[in-house]
């Protein structure tokens, strides 16, 4: 992965711009950005999935958000780590066909054993046509979009459509999904918490 990957990701959150609403929540997350990555001679090994076939799609989007830091993103995908949360015991296995992340910026060894929070920060890929069903998680998230507008919702309320370069931001345990359409997504994201060792979990009655 290297550093480079890190760096571009840094500046690309660093350029969104202050007066969007979500801007402070934003600021929190990056006070944590480490000055350093510990871990880097620890890196897990590359790992591919199925919804990494949508990468020559999303790298000639036209309307991207981020331009340098997808160009990156997707020539060095095949050396990333990209893992699932959910197996077929949760969800269907064409939701697992065109979904996937990997971390760019991993918590260290020590997340969990300090009150102090940590971040963590990676890439989310979901394929055209796919509904992430609702699900929470204790990490305060914040999400985004580079490539692909697809609806969000938050809290059970109304979709909302999110285009390349807009934040989203999910509170502690606050419920949320998303689902693409024609095209497939691409974002970023980044978690803060005490415990970054942790998982989503599916709102159960709304899981296909």
Known sequence: MGSSLRTEALRLWTAVPASMPEAPALARFLADWPASAGNEAHEPAARALPVLR?????????????????????GSAHSLDWRQTYTVTDISGRFLQNYGWAEILRPSARSGASSNPQISCGVLVLGPNTFYPPHRHEAEEIYLPLSGTAEWQQGGTVWRHRSPGTLIHHSSEELHAMRTGEHPLLAMYMWRSVDLHQEACFERRNVE
């Open 54 to 74: 949508w990468l020559p799609q999303i790298a000639g989007d036209a309307d991207r958000f981020g331009g340098d830091f997808v160009e990156a993103l997707c």
